[in-house]
């Protein structure tokens, strides 16, 4: 994997922007379905501006944090999204006012988006591969027979 500089400030507004619209498009149909039928416009901020805040410092967290930590390490890696997605998962919990749910939600984000950016994300691993490179992948996953009796 190549590493690309990455601003991490550049890259925390853009994504804190992203939540946000994230957040009002929730934040709409919570005000939309909640009991109080006839709501106004501004219930939406209102009752439910919480929702987009916090969807905003999420995507702002996640995306600053894993620039950051990729700037610090020189490397684009998915060690870089799970320390992000930590990040993320303890604003998750600190909603809450819960260490254990904040330690928990560190947990489980950093994992998953670990795990996520391991296996390559919405492309794949194989993305941008040639059939020979693809084959040559595969066939270094599994061990043979004859590699299994050269360690005994």
């Known amino acids: 994997m190549t590493y690309e500089k990455k601003d991490w400030k550049s890259e925390a507004a853009k994504y804190t922007l992203g939540g946000a619209g994230a957040g009002l498009f929730v934040s709409a149909f919570q005000t939309a379905y909640s009991p109080r039928q006839g709501g106004k416009a501004m219930d939406m901020f ?23 930590v990729s700037e610090a390490r020189q490397k684009d890696d998915y060690v870089n999204s799970a320390v992000a997605g930590c990040a993320a998962g303890l604003v998750a919990g600190i909603r809450k006012r819960s ?54």
């Open 46 to 68: 209102k009752k439910f501006g919480g929702t987009i805040t916090f969807m905003a410092a999420m995507g702002g967290i996640f995306a600053g944090v894993d620039a950051a």
């Open 99 to 152: 260490i254990p749910a904040a330690l928990g939600s560190c947990a489980f984000f950093g994992t998953a988006m670990g795990v996520y950016d391991m296996s390559g994300g919405f492309e794949g691993k194989m993305h941008g591969m040639t059939r020979d490179e693809r084959d040559e992948y595969r066939a270094g996953l599994f061990a043979s027979a004859e590699d299994l009796k050269k360690k005994q």
